[in-house]
């Protein structure tokens, strides 16, 4: 007798022994659909094993067991790639309702000291950084046209900007050591 065999002949009694039958082929099927699905494994048995019970609760358990269990699982791994694929990440970091408010002052701080630093820098470095942490992300060429230099040029010219905020930067604020221990 087959694990096919054995598992259909046992559903016919509770919802217990058709859910110890079905086990090994619920897990070999979601086991082998899961990495196609982007999903857990165990994800993919768990929403079969709710599908299932569902089943119980109407008809009683399916006449063909393995077929059942087949097209469950890959009913459930068609559901999970459709959602995937209409999910979208966050343009934004979502806010935390534990430590929100205190996080965003936090981040926007940072954000005054970083620019308040940039606007101190020598030469076209303030126009430079500028530009380079502008939320609409331009290109260099587009950054060098800004300037009114060449795309070859604006590298070194980044280079000495970035150092410069650099040193700047730490002057103002005691950097940690190797190992977390500040100074």
Request: hydrophobic share 40%; glycine share 8%.
């Amino acid at each position: 007798m087959t694990l096919l065999d054995d598992a259909t002949a046992q559903l016919a009694g509770t919802p217990a022994h058709v859910v110890s039958a079905l086990r090994p082929l619920v897990n070999a099927e979601a086991t082998a659909e899961a990495p196609g699905a982007a999903m857990d494994a165990g994800d993919l048995e768990q929403a079969v094993w709710v599908r299932l019970l569902e089943q119980l609760g109407g008809d009683g358990p399916p006449p063909d067991a393995a077929r059942w269990v087949k097209t469950a699982v890959r009913a459930e791994a068609r559901r999970a790639r459709r959602t995937a694929a209409r999910e979208l990440p966050y343009r934004c970091e979502p806010t935390d309702p534990a430590g929100g408010p205190e996080r965003a002052a936090l981040r926007s701080e940072r954000r005054r000291t970083l620019l308040a630093a940039v606007a101190r820098t020598p030469g076209n470095c303030p126009r430079l950084l500028a530009a380079m942490l502008s939320p609409e992300d331009p290109t260099y060429r587009e950054i060098a046209g800004t300037l009114g230099i060449s795309q070859g040029s604006l590298g070194p010219m980044r280079s000495r900007c970035l150092g410069c905020l650099r040193r700047m930067l730490a002057a103002e604020v005691a950097a940690p050591e190797h190992g977390g221990k500040e100074r």
